[in-house]
């Protein structure tokens, strides 16, 4: 779902920086690595948009849980 809606936006005319915790390949917008887990990540992560962009317009968080079992369980 994460990857359909950033490929909307940049559908859409609008840059895009995905996030995932795993390489991000085969986009044609940027992408960065980083676990959300890990506080350094995040720093290092901050860093990076501050020093490559001006500002962020839109931030979506598509962050997901799997609990190993069907919904309906």
Known sequence: MGRAIADAFHQAG???????????L????DSYKCNIENKEDIYD???????????????????GVGFGHDLLD
Request: aromatic letters at 8%.
């Open 14 to 24: 609008t840059e895009v920086l995905a996030i995932d915790k795993l390489d991000i």
């Open 26 to 29: 085969g986009r044609s917008y």
């Open 45 to 63: 992560l901050v860093e990076y948009c501050k020093d490559k962009y001006d500002k962020i317009d839109i931030l979506i968080n598509n962050a």
